[in-house]
């Protein structure tokens, strides 16, 4: 269970957001939506343990997020603006490297050809498109195994295609235990009943 | 142990497809090192004196030039944060980085050292005992490097700071390794240098990736 307590976060005299609460339980998907600025990105970063809130904590099973012991810490996977391609290797190889990092084993052959990405995955990744970087992306999302996903807007740069099929993935992993906060500016695509939305 | 030889391959991989940045720092060092020659008189012993300082400090500086891409690259396309989040401690994927990194700047320099030694007219006799205290040298200055790369992650242009933060930290090395080199050009017996740079290397190693994998932390934050 993902727990934040009294979030507060201050940007100098600026407060983004303050008594912020929430849980979020197995089979639960929290879309988090506010306009540019609003502290979306920030909220991620905090929930992955990447950044500190000024106030508050949050909790992943009980444990503090900054301080998970490794076996909790497979369990999180964050993908942010940053798609984290090397731009030297290949499609495949940065996805084996993905999979050796989580200790997963790099099972491609599907996974490309349900991204559409069987055509690339010899290429160096400086020769793929937005879209397909993204679609990257989703694939070491999946790699990662991770029970809990944390996606800052996923969708960027996605065709509709590609979108149907996060939206797809999303339901799936919730609907087989699986939590996800999503920041997203379209949450009609993501929500369902008993979608917790956080609003900025 | 699987995750430090998946991280260093990767990096030397990464290394190896821009090879033309490799070679920066070697073209550098051999420029400054045939620059002293040309400057000073090739009469008498003048350059045999200062040879030695000037091999060590050119080393220095050299490896210096490369620094800026031991984790600006990882940090601007989010390899990164990765890196962090994922199940490994961050201190294995840390020293994977820096022994790569060690691998493809310094280990050529020092490698390049035997051959530009001789325009100082430095006895080949003395060449083993020089090369030998770089190598000892060399972790200690990639973890010195390193935790000056890491504490400027935040900064946009970190290359010039670094080098005020980390060379200062370099004389025990300076030091140690010079006198190294001229107890042998002497043929005195060089143990006692040699062995405090590897003790400084013993420290450097497993101290350093703890600071370091700190420093990265706060860096991203």
Same mark, same amino acid.
């Given at each position: 269970?993902?727990?934040?307590?009294?979030?507060?976060?201050?940007?100098?005299?600026?407060?983004?957001?303050?008594?912020?609460?929430?849980?979020?339980?197995?089979?639960?998907?929290?879309?988090?939506?506010?306009?540019?600025?609003?502290?979306?990105?920030?909220?991620?970063?905090?929930?992955?343990?990447?950044?500190?809130?000024?106030?508050?904590?949050?909790?992943?099973?009980?444990?503090?997020?900054?301080?998970? =012991?490794?076996?909790?810490?497979?369990?999180?996977?964050?993908?942010?603006?940053?798609?984290?391609?090397?731009?030297?290797?290949?499609?495949?190889?940065?996805?084996?490297?993905?999979?050796?990092?989580?200790? @997963?084993?790099?099972?491609?052959?599907?996974?490309?050809?349900?991204?559409?990405?069987?055509?690339?995955?010899?290429?160096?990744?400086?020769?793929?498109?937005?879209?397909?970087?993204?679609?990257?992306?989703?694939?070491?999302?999946?790699?990662?195994?991770?029970?809990?996903?944390?996606?800052?807007?996923?969708?960027?740069?996605?065709?509709?295609?590609?979108?149907?099929?996060?939206? =797809?993935?999303?339901? @799936?992993?919730?609907?087989?235990?699986?939590?996800?906060?999503?920041?997203?500016?379209?949450?009609?695509?993501?929500?369902?009943?008993?979608?917790?939305?956080?609003?900025? | 142990?699987?995750?430090?030889?998946?991280?260093?391959?990767?990096?030397?991989?990464?290394?190896?497809? @821009?090879?033309?940045?490799?070679?920066?720092?070697?073209?550098?060092?051999?420029?400054?090192?045939?620059?002293?020659?040309?400057?000073?008189?090739?009469?008498?012993?003048?350059?045999?004196?200062?040879?030695?300082?000037?091999?060590?400090? =050119?080393?220095?500086?050299?490896?210096?030039?490369?620094?800026?891409?031991?984790?600006?690259?990882?940090?601007?396309?989010?390899?990164?944060?990765?890196?962090?989040?994922?199940?490994?401690?961050?201190?294995?994927?840390?020293?994977?980085?820096?022994?790569?990194?060690?691998?493809?700047?310094?280990?050529?320099?020092?490698?390049?050292?035997?051959?530009?030694?001789?325009?100082?007219?430095?006895?080949?006799?003395?060449?083993?005992?020089?090369?030998?205290?770089?190598?000892?040298?060399?972790?200690?200055?990639?973890?010195?490097?390193?935790?000056? =790369?890491?504490?400027?992650?935040?900064?946009?242009?970190?290359?010039?700071?670094?080098?005020?933060?980390?060379?200062?930290?370099?004389?025990?090395?300076?030091?140690?390794?010079?006198?190294?080199?001229?107890?042998?050009?002497?043929?005195?017996?060089?143990?006692?240098?040699?062995?405090?740079?590897?003790?400084?290397?013993?420290?450097?190693?497993?101290?350093?990736?703890?600071?370091?994998?700190?420093?990265?932390?706060?860096?991203?934050?």
């Amino acid at each position: 269970m993902l727990c934040g307590r009294e979030l507060a976060v201050w940007r100098g005299e600026r407060c983004l957001f303050e008594q912020l609460h929430f849980e979020l339980g197995s089979q639960q998907l929290a879309l988090l939506v506010g306009a540019n600025g609003s502290g979306k990105t920030t909220l991620l970063r905090i929930l992955a343990g990447l950044a500190l809130p000024t106030s508050g904590t949050v909790t992943w099973n009980g444990v503090a997020v900054s301080e998970l =012991a490794a076996e909790a810490r497979r369990e999180v996977a964050y993908r942010g603006h940053l798609e984290a391609l090397k731009r030297d290797l290949t499609v495949a190889e940065n996805l084996e490297f993905h999979a050796a990092l989580w200790g @997963r084993e790099p099972k491609l052959e599907g996974l490309l050809e349900e991204l559409k990405l069987v055509q690339v995955a010899h290429m160096r990744a400086r020769y793929l498109s937005a879209g397909q970087r993204r679609r990257v992306a989703l694939a070491m999302l999946h790699l990662s195994g991770a029970k809990l996903w944390l996606l800052d807007e996923p969708t960027t740069n996605l065709d509709g295609e590609g979108r149907a099929l996060l939206v =797809a993935w999303t339901r @799936r992993h919730v609907d087989s235990g699986g939590l996800a906060v999503i920041a997203t500016h379209q949450p009609e695509e993501f929500a369902t009943r008993g979608t917790l939305m956080i609003e900025l | 142990m699987r995750v430090f030889n998946a991280v260093l391959a990767r990096d030397l991989r990464v290394a190896f497809r @821009r090879w033309s940045e490799l070679a920066h720092p070697l073209i550098f060092f051999s420029i400054v090192v045939t620059l002293f020659p040309l400057a000073l008189s090739p009469e008498g012993s003048q350059l045999r004196d200062i040879g030695t300082g000037v091999l060590w400090v =050119a080393t220095f500086l050299s490896s210096l030039l490369a620094l800026d891409g031991l984790f600006r690259g990882d940090a601007d396309d989010g390899s990164l944060e990765q890196l962090i989040l994922s199940p490994v401690p961050l201190t294995i994927a840390v020293l994977a980085k820096v022994v790569a990194h060690a691998l493809v700047t310094l280990l050529p320099l020092i490698c390049l050292v035997p051959f530009t030694a001789y325009t100082f007219n430095i006895p080949s006799a003395a060449l083993p005992t020089l090369v030998l205290a770089l190598l000892l040298a060399a972790p200690t200055l990639s973890v010195l490097v390193a935790l000056g =790369a890491a504490l400027t992650i935040g900064l946009r242009r970190g290359g010039s700071i670094v080098g005020l933060l980390v060379l200062p930290l370099t004389s025990p090395l300076l030091i140690f390794g010079t006198r190294a080199t001229d107890l042998s050009i002497n043929g005195e017996p060089t143990a006692a240098p040699l062995l405090l740079l590897g003790a400084l290397a013993a420290l450097a190693i497993s101290l350093g990736p703890l600071a370091i994998a700190a420093a990265v932390k706060v860096g991203l934050e």
